[in-house]
C-alpha cells in the first residue's frame, strides 16, 4: 500500500510564499518522476511542474520563475517552493509520482488527496 500526502498549503496574500511537500510513504522501491499538478475552481487540471529521479525540471509558463520544485529520494519526498504568490495560483496542488514496488518491476501512478492554496489580493 502507498500513500502520497500533501502538506504546506493555506492562505497567503498576494506575494507571500508557501512551500508545500508530498511525502510518499508504504511499499516503495524507488521513485520516477513526480509531479505537481493543480486545478483551480472551474476549470481542468494543469501540469505546473515535472521533475524527473535525477531532478531535473520543468515548469508552465504561468510559474517560471515564481515556482521551484525538488526532491529528496532518500525521504522519498517532493517539494514546490511557490514564491512571489498571484491570486491567479489560488488552486487545489496535487502531487503526482510514479513508483515502483520492487527492483525490475512496474512502474505505478499515484496521486494525492492535493492540498488548498488560497492567494487573497
Known amino acids: 500500500q502507498v500513500q502520497l500526502v500533501e502538506s504546506g498549503g493555506g492562505l497567503v496574500q498576494a506575494g507571500g510564499s508557501l512551500r508545500l511537500s508530498c511525502a510518499a510513504s508504504?511499499?516503495?522501491?524507488?521513485?520516477?518522476?513526480m509531479a505537481w499538478y493543480r486545478q483551480a475552481p472551474g476549470k481542468q487540471r494543469e501540469l505546473v511542474a515535472p521533475?524527473?529521479?535525477?531532478?531535473?525540471?520543468n515548469y508552465a509558463d504561468s510559474v517560471k520563475g515564481r515556482f521551484t520544485a525538488s526532491r529528496d529520494n532518500a525521504k522519498n519526498t517532493g517539494y514546490l517552493q511557490m514564491n512571489s504568490l498571484r491570486p491567479e495560483d489560488t488552486a487545489v496542488y496535487y502531487c503526482?509520482?510514479?513508483?515502483?514496488?520492487?527492483?525490475?518491476?512496474?512502474?505505478?501512478?499515484?496521486w494525492g488527496q492535493g492540498t488548498q492554496v488560497t492567494v487573497s489580493s
Open positions: 503526482n509520482a510514479e513508483i515502483q514496488y520492487s527492483s525490475g518491476g512496474n512502474y505505478f501512478n499515484y
Open positions: 521533475i524527473t529521479s535525477a531532478s531535473r525540471t
Open positions: 508504504g511499499s516503495i522501491f524507488s521513485i520516477r518522476a
